[in-house]
C-alpha cells in the first residue's frame, strides 16, 4: 500500500543552509534505497515536507524525522492513500514553497 504523508516543522535557528543542503543530499539516497520519493521545501525556518512511498517505509522515517532535534513543532498536516506517486521522477528535492503550495492542488 503506498500513502502519501505532508507535514510541516520549524528548523532550529543554528541550522544553515549547508546544513539542510546536507539533509537533502542524505535523503535522497536513503529515499531511493526505500522507493521514498517526495519534495521537501523550506522557506526562512519554515519546513514543509511530502513523502510518498510503501506505508511501513514512509511510517518508520517520518518516527525518524519526528526525533530529529535539527527541527521541531512537526505537524502531520495529511496522511493518505494513493494510487501512484506524484513525484515518482523526484527522488527527494528541495524546491521553493511556493512549489509545494502548487504542486498539492495539482496531485
Ligand atoms: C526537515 C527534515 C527532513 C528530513 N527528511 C528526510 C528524508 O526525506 N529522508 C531521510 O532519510 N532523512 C530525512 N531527514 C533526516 C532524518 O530525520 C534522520 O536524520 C535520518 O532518517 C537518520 O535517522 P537515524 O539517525 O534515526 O537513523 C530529515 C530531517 C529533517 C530535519
Redesign the pocket.
Known sequence: MLIRLAYT?T?RPH?TDAD?DG??E??????KR?S?T?I?A?EGER?C?I?EGPKEAVER?F??????E??HG?VELDVSAIDKPGFEDWG?VRRPMVDIVTLAFSL
Open positions: 516543522s528548523f541550522i539542510i539533509i537533502t542524505k535523503a535522497a539516497v536513503f529515499n526505500h521514498i517526495g521537501l523550506v519546513v515536507q513523502l522515517l518516527e525518524s524525522i519526528q526525533r530529529d535539527r527541527h512537526v527527494m
